[in-house]
Every structure is written in C-alpha cells, then in structure tokens.
C-alpha cells in the first residue's frame, strides 16, 4: 500500500502542532507503517523501517508509535500479553472487537457495532464520557481443537 498523500500531510500537521517536524526517519517509520497488513508489534515495524531506512532507530519507532496512535492514524490494541499490537486505523468507523486464539494468539478482528452503541448508551444514563472501550474474545482456533496446539504465528 502507499502512503496516502492526505494522512502523510495530517500527521506534518500533527507534529507540527506539538513542535516536531517530519524527518526523514519519522517518514521512514510512516513507510513501514503503510506496508504493514493487519496486526503488527513495534519490533516489526521497527525491522521493516530498517529494511528499506537503516537511519531509522528503535528509539525513532518507539518515540513515534504514540504519536501515531494520539492522531488517529493507528490505534493500539492491548490484547494483555507482553507485545503490544498495532493496526493502521481504516477508513471504517465501525468499533472493532478483538478475537484472540489463546495458543497461537493469533487476532482476528471482527465488527461490533453493537458495542459503541452500548458503550454510549450506559454513559449516557449514567451522565458520563466514554474515554475508551473494548472487547476482547479469547478462544481457541480449529487447529487448535483438532491437534492440540496451533503453528506459533502472529496475526
Ligand atoms: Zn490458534
């Protein structure tokens, strides 16, 4: 996938607003970003950057990976376990929900639509602000069931 000329130049704008500029390693990050399918760990983004951008730095990543997050452009899904999963945040504003194999911890996300409805309407009657909200299904794969243990694989 390229980068689509729009998010590259709303993110300048994001970094501009906090006194940062876009680099050439910060653009290399976006890159990789845009080359990702599906769930991805820092540590892969960071390996695909450097596959094409040896300037950037684990340090570059881990700086920047909030930023995105704090933009919109990736969101963050914290599935409990040691890595933390990014996805590139679709055009689609439908609420995901997270299905997690519980041996292979492969994650499928799924559309819950249902979810933000609920989210809202509780904090609603209750006269709250929903901040953030998730749902997390763990589960085990067909392979698993069938052999008892998947092939070790993320997403
Ligand atoms: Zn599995």
Redesign the pocket.
């Known amino acids: 996938m390229s980068i689509p000329k729009e998010t590259l130049e709303s993110f300048s704008d994001f970094l501009g607003s906090k006194g940062l500029r876009m680099t050439d390693q910060r653009k290399g990050v976006f890159e990789a970003l845009f080359r990702q399918t599906g769930h991805f760990t820092a540590e892969q983004l960071l390996q695909d950057a450097q596959s094409f951008d040896d300037t950037v730095s684990r340090a570059t990543v881990y700086r920047c990976l909030p930023l995105l997050v704090e933009s919109s452009i990736v969101r963050k899904i914290d599935v409990g376990q040691e890595n933390k999963f990014y996805a590139l945040n679709g055009s689609s504003e439908t609420f995901k929900a997270q299905v997690i ?6 994650i499928h996300d799924v559309d819950a639509p249902f979810m933000e409805w609920y989210g809202k309407t509780v904090s609603e009657k209750l006269g709250l602000n929903v901040k953030d909200q998730r749902l997390q299904v763990h589960a ?2 067909p ?2 069931r069938k052999k008892d ?3 070790q694989s993320n997403n």
């Open positions: 194999c519980s041996d292979c911890d492969r085990e794969c392979e698993f243990g998947c092939k």
